[in-house]
């Protein structure tokens, strides 16, 4: 069986839980079919992986006009697979225009929805109403569709009535925990002056309003004064995010020692330190599917204090493996909670709770441990993919 993987992001062009999840998934797949890849971007050296750039006629038009270009490249090229699998809405028209063109079946793996990201329409204007029409079209066309979580799920039927029941299926995000385990080594740490006798809070994420940086920044006032806190940020979404996020981090640091910012991809056993030494892992995320980062988290050891959102609770389990912040009612513009100053405070009241009990912390981090291992192997995930291939196909 050929199946045809359709993706924005694959290493080494990974910058969310989504390209993440495409390369380990094509790795585990590889075991049990023929997988060909198809990305955005430069030029890859990887056997069975093409690249499409972006098309530079439409450059100078908004850039959703350019994936849709690239997507009918794409399309064309899907001759011969069995199955076309598309993730995130960049590729979604690629892979419908693939079914009508070649006959394949096209599966989406849903790992967000656009509808209910507003914020984007402050990135991408009128971009966003393309972006929200192509996943749409895609979607309420597919032959199957992966939701990463069961929340995920009623999203979806939420959001896309016109979808059947019995063409959503709940496969959760896995997690590579040979690649992910504790890591005692101190270079990352050495590297950016983090000391590693004082507690440790950190985030990894984009800077968009979609990873609630911002409410964590606020909460942070109230953090112990003996805790450093530790900034992995992904590319700003939108200048106005970038200012609001930059002023938040330089009040922070006029009032408390220790607050660092680290900008960019970190390799990933940089990261896997900064995890293992975290005594606490946050995640202040207003919309999550799921949230791969998490699972990072748990692997490496690391009691998680997150908001309860999406398909957050269906990974961290309160009071298990870490503690969950309800966000309360949230606005329509941005998602953000109604009352932020009371998420703020319920947050930071979480992320003291576990720094004040560090024996506390280590069995949240032991739990979180056990239960990656346990549950969410990416070869089990890849076995299930394949079910749902194999179903398709037999139609």
């Not at 439409?58 to 794409?74: I, R």
């Not at 995000?173 to 590693?196: F, K, W």
């Not at 938040?248 to 390799?267: A, N, Y």
């Not at 892992?281 to 050891?301: K, R, T």
């Amino acid at each position: 069986m050929r199946i045809d993987l359709l993706t924005r992001e694959y290493p080494p062009e990974v910058y969310g839980g989504a390209g993440v999840h495409v390369a380990e998934l094509t790795r585990a797949l590889r075991r049990l079919a023929d997988v060909r890849v198809r990305c955005l971007g430069e030029p890859r050296a990887e056997p069975g992986v093409t690249s499409y750039p972006l098309p530079q006629a439409l450059a100078p038009h908004n850039s959703s006009l350019q994936y849709l270009g690239a997507d009918l490249a794409m399309a064309g090229d899907c001759a011969g697979a069995d199955i076309v699998h598309t993730h995130t809405w960049y590729t979604a028209m690629a892979g419908r225009t693939a079914a009508l063109l070649h006959g394949a079946p096209h599966v989406m793996t849903m790992h967000s929805l656009e509808p209910l990201r507003p914020w984007k329409a402050e990135q991408l204007g009128g971009g966003y109403a393309l972006s929200s029409w192509m996943e749409r079209v895609a979607t309420e066309s597919a032959d199957a569709l992966i939701a990463v979580s069961s929340s995920m799920r009623d999203d979806i039927l939420r959001v896309y009535p016109q979808v059947s029941p019995e063409r959503v299926h709940v496969l959760h995000n896995g997690i590579d925990t040979d690649a992910y385990l504790p890591d005692h080594g101190t270079a990352a740490l050495e590297r950016y002056g983090i000391d590693p006798d004082r507690p440790i809070v950190l985030f990894v994420g984009r800077v968009t309003r979609q990873k609630g940086l911002q409410h964590l920044l606020r909460a942070a006032f109230a953090l112990r004064p003996e805790a450093q806190l530790v900034l992995c940020c992904g590319q700003p979404d939108t200048p106005r995010i970038a200012a609001e996020v930059a002023d938040l981090v330089d009040g922070l640091r006029k009032v408390r020692s220790g607050v660092f910012r680290i900008d960019g991809m970190l390799d990933q056993v940089s990261l896997r330190q900064l995890l293992t030494h975290a005594a606490v892992f946050a995640c202040p995320s207003v919309y999550e599917p799921m949230g791969i980062v998490n699972l990072e988290a748990m692997a490496c050891g690391t009691a998680v204090v997150a908001s309860a959102v999406g398909g957050i609770p269906e990974v961290v389990q309160d009071g298990r493996t870490g503690l969950l912040v309800p966000l309360g009612e949230q606005t329509e513009e941005y998602g953000d909670p109604v009352a932020p100053e009371d998420f703020a405070a319920a947050f930071a009241e979480a992320v003291n709770g576990i720094l004040d009990e560090p024996a506390h912390a280590e069995r949240l981090g032991a739990e979180g441990r056990f239960r990656a291992e346990a549950e969410f192997s990416w070869k089990t995930v890849a076995a299930r993919t394949l079910d749902i291939y194999k179903g398709l196909a037999a139609r």
